[in-house]
C-alpha cells in the first residue's frame, strides 16, 4: 500500500507560479515512478507530468516549457513547479504513484488561476 498526501494548491493570478508537493509514504520502495493528473469541472481526468524512478520525465503538451515535474532527494517526494499559469490550468491536481500491480492517488488539491 502507498499512501499520497498533495499539498501547495490554491488562488494565483494569470502569469503566476505555484509549486505543488507530493508525499508518498508506505511501500515506497515499490513505486516505480510518480507523476500528477488534473481535472478541470465537466471534463475527464488528463496527465500533467510523470518521472519514473530513473528520472525519466513526460509532458503534456498544454503544459511543455511551463510546468517541471521533480522528485526529492529521498525519492518519496515528487514536485509540480507551475509557471506562467493560465485560467485553463484551474483544476483538482492529483498526485499519482504507480506500482507493479497497480496505481495509487493522492486526494487531490484545487489550484485556480484567476484575476
Known amino acids: 500500500q502507498v499512501q499520497l498526501v498533495e499539498s501547495g494548491g490554491g488562488l494565483v493570478q494569470p502569469g503566476g507560479s505555484l509549486r505543488l508537493s507530493c508525499a508518498a509514504s508506505?511501500?515506497?520502495?515499490?513505486?516505480?515512478?510518480m507523476g500528477w493528473h488534473r481535472q478541470a469541472p465537466g471534463k475527464e481526468r488528463e496527465l500533467v507530468a510523470t518521472i519514473t524512478s530513473g528520472g525519466i520525465t513526460n509532458y503534456a503538451d498544454s503544459v511543455k516549457g511551463r510546468f517541471t515535474i521533480s522528485r526529492g532527494n529521498a525519492k518519496n517526494w515528487v514536485y509540480l513547479q507551475m509557471n506562467s499559469l493560465k485560467p485553463e490550468d484551474t483544476a483538482v491536481y492529483y498526485c499519482?504513484?504507480?506500482?507493479?500491480?497497480?496505481?495509487?492517488w493522492g486526494q487531490g488539491t484545487q489550484v485556480t488561476v484567476s484575476s
Open positions: 499519482k504513484a504507480w506500482v507493479a500491480g497497480g496505481d495509487y
Open positions: 508506505g511501500s515506497i520502495f515499490s513505486i516505480n515512478g
